[in-house]
């Protein structure tokens, strides 16, 4: 079992930035498992937005989010975080922390945080 704790969601203005985190913790948590955010936006399909490694810390990206958002990791504390820079309204959406891998593309692999929500708008 793995518990994941997402927080850091809120309002923002076009242009701005905001950090998300996610803490991990359980008897299940694996070095293994990549950490990231997934999100969906009020009548569209959830998407991955992010994911890294936590053995050797690789990282992907949406392309949407792309020179804009910056996962890292901190394998010390069990959290994992998603700098979002230059933000626009089309970032809005609940962000969900989650385990993942990713290959062509970003994928869930099976355990969830609660969700965060980000909105973007002047």
């Known amino acids: 079992e793995v518990q994941l704790q997402a927080s850091g969601g809120g309002l923002v203005q076009p242009g701005g930035s905001l950090r998300l985190s996610c803490a991990a913790s359980?008897?299940?948590?694996?070095?293994?498992?990549?950490i990231g955010w997934f999100r969906q936006a009020p009548g569209k399909e959830r998407e991955g937005v992010s994911c890294?490694?936590?053995?050797?810390?690789?990282?992907a990206y949406a392309d949407s989010v792309k020179g804009r958002f910056t996962i890292s990791r901190d394998n010390a504390k069990n959290t994992v975080n998603l700098q979002m820079n230059n933000l626009k309204p089309e970032d809005t959406a609940v962000y969900y922390c989650?385990?993942?891998?990713?290959?062509?593309?970003?994928?869930?692999?099976?355990?969830w945080g609660q969700g965060t929500l980000v909105s973007v708008s002047s």
């Open positions: 989650a385990t993942c891998g990713f290959g062509s593309s970003l994928y869930p692999t099976g355990y």
């Open positions: 359980g008897p299940g948590l694996d070095y293994k498992f990549g």
């Open positions: 890294i490694h936590r053995t050797d810390g690789s990282t």
